[in-house]
C-alpha cells in the first residue's frame, strides 16, 4: 500500500482501536512476533489496541507515539518501518520506567486484500527499551567461548 495508507494506520492507533481493526479484513492473522501473540479475531485485536489511544498522562498506560520512517510495498503487501515512544508509561513488559519515555523501532509486514489488512507480522526491538530501563541485556547478546580452530 502506499505511504498514505501506512501513515491512516498508525494514527487510527491514536484514535481509537476499533478504527485500527476496521482496517483489517474480516478474515485476518495478526502476529506480534516480540509478544508471542497470534490473534484472529477482532475483539482480542481491539483489547490489544486499547492502550495506544489512551490518552490520559496520569493512568500509567502511556501516551503513544508512531512515526512512519518507510514504506515499501503494493496493492498486495508492504514492509512498514517505524518509531514509536510512549511517554507517562508506568511499566513496560513488567519493568518499572520510573518515569522515563520509552521507545523503539520495529517493522510491520502487511498483506492486503480488497484494500484491507489480511495478514500483519510486526518485530520490534524490546532489548534497547530493556537495557535503557537498567536491565541485564548486553549489546553482544549471547556469546559463546572461544574455541580454538587449530586445537585439533
Not at 31 to 49: A, C, G, P, W, Y
Not at 140 to 146: K, Q
Request: glycine share 8%; with cysteine; hydrophobic share 40%.
Amino acid at each position: 500500500m502506499t505511504n498514505r495508507f501506512a501513515v491512516e494506520w498508525l494514527k487510527a492507533f491514536r484514535e481509537s482501536p476499533v478504527k485500527v481493526c476496521q482496517m483489517y479484513a474480516d478474515d485476518f492473522l495478526f502476529e506480534d512476533l516480540m509478544l508471542d501473540q497470534s490473534i484472529t479475531n477482532k475483539e482480542d485485536l481491539v483489547r490489544t489496541f486499547a492502550p495506544y489511544a489512551n490518552t490520559d498522562p496520569d493512568n500509567g498506560v502511556g501516551v503513544h507515539y508512531f512515526r512512519i520512517d518507510e514504506v515499501i510495498g503494493d496493492e498486495n503487501s508492504a514492509l512498514i518501518r517505524w518509531s514509536w515512544q510512549a511517554h507517562d508509561c508506568a511499566m513496560f513488559l513488567g519493568v518499572l520506567t520510573n518515569g522515563k519515555v520509552v521507545g523503539t523501532s520495529g517493522h510491520t509486514f502487511h498483506i492486503y486484500e480488497n484494500g484491507r489488512i489480511k495478514r500483519e507480522s510486526t518485530y520490534w526491538d524490546a532489548a534497547s527499551i530493556l537495557r535503557d530501563l537498567g536491565q541485564p541485556i548486553s549489546k553482544l547478546g549471547v556469546t559463546a567461548p572461544l574455541v580454538d580452530a587449530s586445537a585439533g
